[in-house]
């Protein structure tokens, strides 16, 4: 038996990394699986692994969005997963940035998770099930310089989250996944480029390594089955622990013990 067993599901840049992975883990797990993304043979590609249905869309589009949620929704016989996944990143200082790029970033990030939960609610609500998981980072809870509007946006989605959780309870269950670093397309520069920066990260991070996209979608199926059937509204941090440091006293036992004489 599957976690997600009769489940139809929706998944939102499910052509390439994290939403990748969620696609095959949801199948796994029983899901009828629909696979949207701005690349639509990437999504053919996935939806083919796993049997499953490819819809290229912009999620940034509503409109669109919604035809689409409609469409993938008849074509799976209902819908009871939606995971608003699809985003891109950006660096720029911030009053550097190009109005049509900061509005780019804040449409597909924020604007895409807001038309994913309007066109799968009614829907839901119809069925009267469902769980809606959206994507935030830890750049929403702890931001770096030079990613303002990725960081504002990820940050108005665990808002976001919280407020469609308290309107559409008790059908509808919203949480929304943070993840930390993440090896895929989107950090593929930094891994290529800057090692020295993941090796850095790596070693802030408790669990002595990098993420993998299926780090991710093994959380994004739990919050989806009914064993997190209590728990709503969150913005659940999946970072290996790297952003438990900055306390004040931070690292200063290590230096601490070394001078402590052995017990
Ligand atoms: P990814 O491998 O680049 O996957 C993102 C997918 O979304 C790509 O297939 C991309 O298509 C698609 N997409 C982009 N814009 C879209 C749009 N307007 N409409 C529909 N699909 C669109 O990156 P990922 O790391 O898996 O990212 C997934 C989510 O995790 C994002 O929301 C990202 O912000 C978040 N996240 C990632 C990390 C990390 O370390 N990787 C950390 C925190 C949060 P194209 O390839 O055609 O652009």
């Given amino acids: 038996m599957g976690l997600l067993d009769g489940h139809r599901a929706i998944v939102t840049g499910g052509g390439s990394g994290i939403g990748r992975a969620t696609c095959m883990r949801m199948a796994r797990e029983g899901a009828a699986v629909a696979v949207l993304d701005l690349d639509g043979d990437a999504a053919e590609v996935v939806a083919k692994e796993i049997d ?62 807001f038309h994913g939960i309007r066109a799968a609610a009614p829907l839901m609500l119809a069925g009267g099930d469902g769980r809606i998981v959206n994507t935030s980072s830890i750049s929403g809870t702890r931001p770096a310089a030079g990613e303002a509007p990725y960081s504002a946006a990820k940050a108005g989605i665990a808002a ?81 622990g790297l952003t438990l440091h900055t306390s004040g006293v931070d690292g200063i036992f290590d230096r601490i013990r070394t001078l402590l004489p052995d017990p």
């Fill in 52 to 113: 499953g249905h490819a819809f290229q869309v912009d999620v940034s589009q509503g409109d669109e969005l919604a035809r689409t949620v409609e469409q993938a929704a008849q074509a799976m016989g209902g819908l009871s997963v939606m995971f608003n996944n699809a985003g891109v990143g950006s660096f720029s200082a911030l009053h550097q940035y190009a109005l049509e790029e900061w509005d780019r970033v804040v449409r597909v990030n924020l604007y895409g998770v």
């Fill in 160 to 240: 976001l989250t919280a407020s469609a959780a308290l309107e559409y309870g008790p059908v509808i269950r919203v949480n929304a996944v943070a993840p930390g670093l993440i090896r895929t397309a989107l950090t593929d520069p930094m891994f290529q480029g800057l090692p020295d920066h993941v090796d850095h990260v790596v070693g802030l991070t408790p669990v002595g390594r990098a993420g993998e996209p299926e780090d991710i979608a093994d959380v994004v199926v739990f919050l989806c089955s009914d064993l997190a059937r209590f728990l709503t509204g969150q913005n659940l941090v999946v970072d290996g």
